[in-house]
């Protein structure tokens, strides 16, 4: 029953930083296969900085959840993975966010086919107002991924099983999509993404509005889904975070303080402000 | 490293630092038992009081009462609160204490027994050895319960080093003891259960040395147990 701890077992290990955010991210910002990369990206609302530096890669076929306080820029650093601040016009970004090692930036990016690529569900069920088909159907129809009818079909058919949505809405496809209960129509816009055969889908609390078993059934899709697809999760529910994903960053005050495998940010986490934050001692 | 310490009761919940707080203070309770039992065991070998050693016998239930208490606290706060990072390594480290503690109570209730068959019989052949042990021991008890009640990662530490040491007087006892077989067979007997004596003292260090390993997981989010097979903590 010997235990023999040299120093240098113990002084390896990261001591919990101080509550100052850090200059430099904690923990692995790279990885060894990337989907996505940024490096140094700002955001600027007019004068106010939303996002001050920062550097991350999104690993293929990976979860990676995004957490942090409210207004940490979590959610803007989301958005700018598929351009969407592109619509707010005071918004200015900077730096470099690459997606297979193309920049989205670049003035010759077609937004539109960006955003197929780089798919999004938000935190509200936001079904279009028509029928549950033509939900699916609308994205394949505009970037032109169905050569006939009988193709069309079989995209819908088969992003709605993707998103374990078909056996129960397979008889009533004419249906308004706004028809269905909260749960089953945040599945119906995961299926929407997929549709589109995007390579990342972009997560705004998509499980917020939903109870324990949409929830549940949701987070389920989005194990089935890490197979084929980069997902990228803001959530602020850290069980959610914990159960779910590979990856965790920790967002405070517009800065990436820390990211690193999920199990190690929930255990052992390097800064002292994620483990405050996850642990519920701030607000 | 005291920081720790005060960071466990900052959470937003009050009643989850209330929770945390009589986690850590029932565990400190309860190694307060094991080490009033193996005081108890001490002052018996100095002044032969055998009423001493009953004590040792209801200590023990008292530990028991502490472990079924404590195991409902860690259930509770894992249901009710989830707890992450380092409420949860406090929360696992106290389960393993426990654990630890209550053997502690067993090997010291077998102490008592065989003390009372051993020493009463007007014979203190083994008794210098069983002393030196039993202090040693108590050291170490003492210092890994202020290792972990005061997040102390040196005094931890120093508790690895002390383990060698009741090792070498532990070696040394065994040696004395046998040399007693030796030149009186008729001893045989009872020096055997002086040996158990030992044994049992010898574990009671062994659990607190654990006790510490569960202080620098506390303290640092490593797993300091079987170095060798253990090289990364997070694998």
């Given at each position: 029953m010997e235990t023999i701890v040299s120093d240098s077992m113990v002084q390896n290990t990261n001591q919990v930083e101080g509550r100052a955010v850090p200059e430099k991210t904690l923990g692995?910002?790279?990885?060894?296969?990337?989907r996505m990369s940024a490096r140094n990206v700002n955001v600027f609302y007019g004068e106010k900085q939303?996002?001050?530096n920062i550097s991350l890669d999104i690993g293929m076929s990976q979860v990676i959840s995004f957490i942090g306080p409210?207004?940490?820029?979590k959610s803007t650093f989301l958005r700018c993975l598929n351009r969407m601040?592109?619509?707010?016009?005071?918004c200015k970004v900077d730096g470099e966010i690459k997606i297979d090692h193309q920049?989205?930036?670049?003035?010759?990016?077609d937004v539109v086919s960006l955003r197929a690529r780089v798919g999004m569900v938000f935190q509200k069920p936001n079904p279009f107002p028509k029928s549950i088909f033509d939900n699916i159907a609308y994205g394949p129809r505009i970037h032109g991924l169905a050569a006939s009818k009988v193709e069309l079909d079989q995209i819908v058919e088969s992003s709605l099983q993707r998103a374990g949505l078909w056996e129960e809405v397979k008889d009533r496809?004419?249906?308004?999509?706004?028809?269905?209960?909260g749960g089953q129509q945040q599945r119906l816009c995961i299926a929407r993404a997929i549709a589109v055969s995007p390579e990342v889908i972009l997560m705004d609390e998509?499980?917020?509005?939903?109870d324990p078993i949409a929830t549940a059934k949701v987070e389920e899709l989005i194990h089935e889904l890490r197979e084929q697809y980069t997902i990228v999760i803001v959530t602020h529910s850290m069980q959610q975070a914990a159960r779910i994903s590979d990856r965790t960053a920790y967002f405070h005050l517009g800065k990436l303080v820390e990211v690193g495998d999920t199990k190690q940010v929930f255990t052992?986490?390097?800064h002292e402000l994620t483990q405050d934050y996850i642990t519920g001692r701030f607000g | 490293m005291n920081d720790l310490n005060d960071d466990f009761f900052r959470h937003i919940s009050s009643e989850f630092n209330e929770e945390l707080e009589a986690l850590r203070r029932s565990i400190l309770e309860m190694g307060g038992l094991v080490e009033e039992q193996l005081r108890a065991a001490l002052q018996f070998y100095s002044t032969?009081?055998?009423s001493l050693l009953s004590k040792t016998d209801e200590i023990e239930k008292k530990i028991n009462a502490a472990e079924i208490d404590l195991d409902e606290q860690v259930e509770t706060l894992i249901v009710r609160r989830q707890p992450i990072a380092s409420d949860l390594r406090l929360v696992l480290a106290v389960s393993k204490i426990v654990r630890d503690l209550e053997r502690m109570g067993d090997e010291l209730e077998k102490v008592g027994s065989l003390s009372l068959e051993c020493f009463m019989s007007g014979s203190d052949v083994g008794v210098t050895e069983i002393q030196q042990i039993a202090e040693q021991v108590a050291k170490m008890l003492s210092e890994s319960l202020n290792a972990f009640a005061r997040l102390d990662l040196d005094l931890a530490r120093e508790i690895f080093q002390r383990e060698r040491e009741v090792d070498k007087v532990y070696q040394s006892a065994l040696r004395a003891l046998a040399t007693f077989m030796i030149e009186d067979p008729r001893n045989i007997g009872r020096i055997l259960n002086i040996v158990w004596i030992a044994r049992s003292l010898e574990r009671v260090g062994d659990h607190a040395t654990n006790i510490a390993e569960y202080v620098i997981y506390l303290v640092q989010?490593?797993?300091?147990?079987h170095p060798a097979v253990n090289q990364n903590s997070f694998d």
């Amino acid at each position: 029953m010997e235990t023999i701890v040299s120093d240098s077992m113990v002084q390896n290990t990261n001591q919990v930083e101080g509550r100052a955010v850090p200059e430099k991210t904690l923990g692995e910002i790279q990885v060894d296969n990337p989907r996505m990369s940024a490096r140094n990206v700002n955001v600027f609302y007019g004068e106010k900085q939303a996002i001050d530096n920062i550097s991350l890669d999104i690993g293929m076929s990976q979860v990676i959840s995004f957490i942090g306080p409210s207004g940490c820029g979590k959610s803007t650093f989301l958005r700018c993975l598929n351009r969407m601040n592109d619509t707010i016009d005071i918004c200015k970004v900077d730096g470099e966010i690459k997606i297979d090692h193309q920049n989205i930036y670049d003035p010759a990016i077609d937004v539109v086919s960006l955003r197929a690529r780089v798919g999004m569900v938000f935190q509200k069920p936001n079904p279009f107002p028509k029928s549950i088909f033509d939900n699916i159907a609308y994205g394949p129809r505009i970037h032109g991924l169905a050569a006939s009818k009988v193709e069309l079909d079989q995209i819908v058919e088969s992003s709605l099983q993707r998103a374990g949505l078909w056996e129960e809405v397979k008889d009533r496809l004419d249906q308004p999509g706004t028809g269905l209960s909260g749960g089953q129509q945040q599945r119906l816009c995961i299926a929407r993404a997929i549709a589109v055969s995007p390579e990342v889908i972009l997560m705004d609390e998509p499980c917020s509005a939903l109870d324990p078993i949409a929830t549940a059934k949701v987070e389920e899709l989005i194990h089935e889904l890490r197979e084929q697809y980069t997902i990228v999760i803001v959530t602020h529910s850290m069980q959610q975070a914990a159960r779910i994903s590979d990856r965790t960053a920790y967002f405070h005050l517009g800065k990436l303080v820390e990211v690193g495998d999920t199990k190690q940010v929930f255990t052992n986490p390097r800064h002292e402000l994620t483990q405050d934050y996850i642990t519920g001692r701030f607000g | 490293m005291n920081d720790l310490n005060d960071d466990f009761f900052r959470h937003i919940s009050s009643e989850f630092n209330e929770e945390l707080e009589a986690l850590r203070r029932s565990i400190l309770e309860m190694g307060g038992l094991v080490e009033e039992q193996l005081r108890a065991a001490l002052q018996f070998y100095s002044t032969q009081d055998s009423s001493l050693l009953s004590k040792t016998d209801e200590i023990e239930k008292k530990i028991n009462a502490a472990e079924i208490d404590l195991d409902e606290q860690v259930e509770t706060l894992i249901v009710r609160r989830q707890p992450i990072a380092s409420d949860l390594r406090l929360v696992l480290a106290v389960s393993k204490i426990v654990r630890d503690l209550e053997r502690m109570g067993d090997e010291l209730e077998k102490v008592g027994s065989l003390s009372l068959e051993c020493f009463m019989s007007g014979s203190d052949v083994g008794v210098t050895e069983i002393q030196q042990i039993a202090e040693q021991v108590a050291k170490m008890l003492s210092e890994s319960l202020n290792a972990f009640a005061r997040l102390d990662l040196d005094l931890a530490r120093e508790i690895f080093q002390r383990e060698r040491e009741v090792d070498k007087v532990y070696q040394s006892a065994l040696r004395a003891l046998a040399t007693f077989m030796i030149e009186d067979p008729r001893n045989i007997g009872r020096i055997l259960n002086i040996v158990w004596i030992a044994r049992s003292l010898e574990r009671v260090g062994d659990h607190a040395t654990n006790i510490a390993e569960y202080v620098i997981y506390l303290v640092q989010g490593v797993d300091v147990r079987h170095p060798a097979v253990n090289q990364n903590s997070f694998d």
